[in-house]
C-alpha cells in the first residue's frame, strides 16, 4: 500500500505562490533563515498569539485560532499581508476542508493584524474541487527527483529562496 503524502496548510499556500517553492519546502531544501521577510512574519505570528496561546494541530495542519461564534465555529489565520490573498485564502479552505471531513463544520477568517483587516473565508463545493486537484498536484511535485524550474514573479523579490534560485542575475 502507498503512503499519501500528507499535505500541510503551508503547502498549500506555497503551492498557491509558486510550485518551485513548493517543491523546496517539502525537500526541506533550507531557505535563508537570515531572510528580513522570514524574521517579521515569525515575531507578528508570535507576538499576536500570545505566549498563553498555543497553536492547534489537527490532523496536518496547524490552525491559529478557533473560536465560537454564536452556533458558529470560526477558525481564524493570522497572516502579515494581505498581498498573497489568494495562498492565504486556499490555506484556511484547506483547514475547513480538513475540519470537515472530520465532520466539523467551521468558517474561515483571515486576520491581517499588521492593516487591521479581516476578511471572511467560506468553503463550497467549487473550491474543494480547486483544493483536491491542487492536493493532488502538489503530491505529483513532491514525488518529482528535482524542483519545477524557477519561473520569475513578483514573490520572488520578497523570497528567501532568491539567492538560490536567481544568483547572479539582475
Ligand atoms: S525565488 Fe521565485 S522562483 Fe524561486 S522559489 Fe522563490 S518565488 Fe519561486
Given at each position: 500500500?502507498?503512503?499519501?503524502?500528507?499535505?500541510?496548510?503551508?503547502?498549500?499556500?506555497?503551492?498557491?505562490?509558486?510550485?518551485?517553492?513548493?517543491?523546496?519546502?517539502?525537500?526541506?531544501?533550507?531557505?535563508?533563515?537570515?531572510?528580513?521577510?522570514?524574521?517579521?512574519?515569525?515575531?507578528?505570528?508570535?507576538?499576536r498569539l500570545g505566549?498563553?496561546?498555543?497553536?492547534?494541530?489537527?490532523?496536518?495542519?496547524?490552525?491559529?485560532?478557533?473560536?465560537?461564534?454564536?452556533?458558529?465555529?470560526?477558525?481564524?489565520?493570522?497572516?502579515?499581508?494581505?498581498?498573497f490573498l489568494e495562498?492565504?485564502?486556499?490555506?484556511?479552505?484547506?483547514?475547513?476542508?480538513?475540519?470537515?471531513?472530520?465532520?466539523?463544520?467551521?468558517?474561515?477568517?483571515?486576520?491581517?493584524?499588521?492593516?487591521?483587516?479581516?476578511?471572511?473565508?467560506?468553503?463550497?463545493?467549487?473550491?474543494?474541487?480547486?483544493?483536491?486537484?491542487?492536493?493532488?498536484?502538489?503530491?505529483?511535485?513532491?514525488?518529482?527527483p528535482v524542483p519545477?524550474?524557477?519561473?520569475?514573479?513578483?514573490?520572488?523579490?520578497?523570497?528567501?529562496?532568491?539567492?538560490?534560485?536567481?544568483?547572479?542575475?539582475?
Amino acid at each position: 500500500m502507498t503512503v499519501e503524502l500528507p499535505v500541510t496548510g503551508t503547502d498549500i499556500w506555497y503551492y498557491f505562490i509558486c510550485k518551485r517553492e513548493c517543491w523546496l519546502m517539502i525537500h526541506r531544501i533550507a531557505p535563508d533563515e537570515e531572510d528580513e521577510n522570514l524574521e517579521i512574519g515569525r515575531f507578528i505570528h508570535e507576538y499576536r498569539l500570545g505566549r498563553q496561546k498555543k497553536e492547534l494541530s489537527v490532523d496536518s495542519v496547524q490552525l491559529d485560532r478557533i473560536k465560537k461564534v454564536g452556533d458558529h465555529l470560526i477558525v481564524q489565520e493570522i497572516k502579515k499581508s494581505s498581498r498573497f490573498l489568494e495562498s492565504s485564502r486556499y490555506q484556511l479552505l484547506y483547514y475547513l476542508q480538513t475540519l470537515k471531513k472530520m465532520g466539523i463544520e467551521a468558517k474561515g477568517e483571515l486576520v491581517f493584524p499588521e492593516e487591521r483587516k479581516k476578511e471572511s473565508v467560506i468553503l463550497t463545493p467549487e473550491e474543494e474541487r480547486v483544493l483536491d486537484r491542487a492536493v493532488a498536484e502538489i503530491r505529483h511535485i513532491a514525488r518529482q527527483p528535482v524542483p519545477p524550474p524557477p519561473k520569475k514573479i513578483n514573490y520572488c523579490r520578497k523570497c528567501a529562496y532568491r539567492d538560490y534560485c536567481w544568483a547572479g542575475e539582475e
